[in-house]
């Protein structure tokens, strides 16, 4: 297989290279599914403490206090800070 360095390939010579070694193209990569980029933003640590902080805040949502300041206190101060502990531990 010859080529002039000046003039560059030729035409007929083209279809047989092509033949020959295959055409010159990198096939594209197949795009992720949803649920492929879902798994991979769960795999983050943030988001694993901030869902384990959502399951409480809800497990303690269905917990009956006998006083309204109890639930207060637990709601609006404990699991903000469990979420603040936590993540900058990490």
């Known amino acids: 297989m010859s080529v002039v360095c000046v003039a560059g390939l030729d035409g007929s010579d083209l279809s047989r290279r092509r033949e020959v070694f295959g055409s ?4 594209p990569k197949p ?10 933003a769960m795999q983050d640590i943030t988001l694993i403490i901030l869902m ?3 399951v409480i ?3 303690l949502s269905f917990y009956q206090f006998d006083d309204e300041e109890e639930d207060v206190a ?5 699991i903000p800070s469990f979420v603040r502990i936590f993540t900058l531990a990490c």
């Open 24 to 27: 010159n193209v990198i096939p």
């Open 31 to 40: 795009p992720k599914s949803f649920l492929q980029l879902v798994w991979e």
């Open 52 to 54: 384990i902080a959502a």
């Open 57 to 59: 805040s809800l497990g």
């Open 74 to 78: 637990v709601g609006g101060i404990n």
